[in-house]
């Protein structure tokens, strides 16, 4: 009898969120703190955290500055409210990886908008629910590139665009 084969995502095991001083995934010298990624969002940034399985990072997640009068003093998302988040997942084919990323938009996500970040990238940005005060008006983009599929989650309510820069800064990492 012939077996199903498995389209989900390579299982790699329970997920740990570590705080680190770098994310593979966006470095910090693409700026977290003052540079392109802060002003993409519009924001300071603080806190950086990885999203491990064993010694493998498949994510990040990007919090807000907490910790000084100046932050205090902004319209920030609160503390255990990350302001991006990165994650990478591998697919037992570049065809399953392309079709997880259609679905993906069609689960999570509305408003979806086909870009263009790099060549071989099919990259789609829509809206999703990341910041529960924002109700559902947050703006992600996710790419598929060979096997794997990236998702990049902001508390951005407007424009696109600027999930769409951070997403820039990631892709120029794989």
């Keep these: 009898m ?3 084969t498995p389209t989900g995502a390579i299982a790699v095991g329970p997920t740990k969120e570590v705080t ?3 994310c593979p995934l966006l470095s910090t010298a693409d700026g977290l703190v003052g540079g392109a990624v802060s002003s993409a969002l519009g924001m300071r940034l603080g806190r950086v955290s990885a999203l491990k ?3 493998t990072v498949t994510g990040c997640r990007i919090y807000a500055c907490q910790d000084n009068a100046v ?10 409210q990350p302001v ?3 994650t990478s997942s591998r697919y037992r084919s570049a065809v ?4 997880a990323l259609v679905l993906l938009e ?5 408003n979806p908008q086909q870009v263009s970040i790099k060549t071989g990238y099919t990259t789609l940005c829509f809206q999703t629910r990341f910041y529960p005060p924002d109700n559902g008006q947050d ?9 794997r599929l990236v998702v990049v989650k902001t508390v951005v309510t407007s424009p696109a665009l600027t999930a769409l820069d951070v997403t820039k800064l990631v892709a120029r990492k794989l």
């Design 96 to 99: 399953l990886a392309h079709n």
């Design 53 to 55: 399985n064993g010694s």
């Design 20 to 22: 680190v001083a770098d």
């Design 2 to 4: 012939p077996r199903a």
């Design 71 to 80: 932050c205090a003093s902004e319209n920030l998302p609160p503390a255990d």
């Design 139 to 147: 703006w992600a983009c996710a790419f598929a590139h060979g096997d």
């Design 84 to 86: 991006v988040e990165v």
């Design 106 to 110: 069609r689960k999570i996500g509305h």
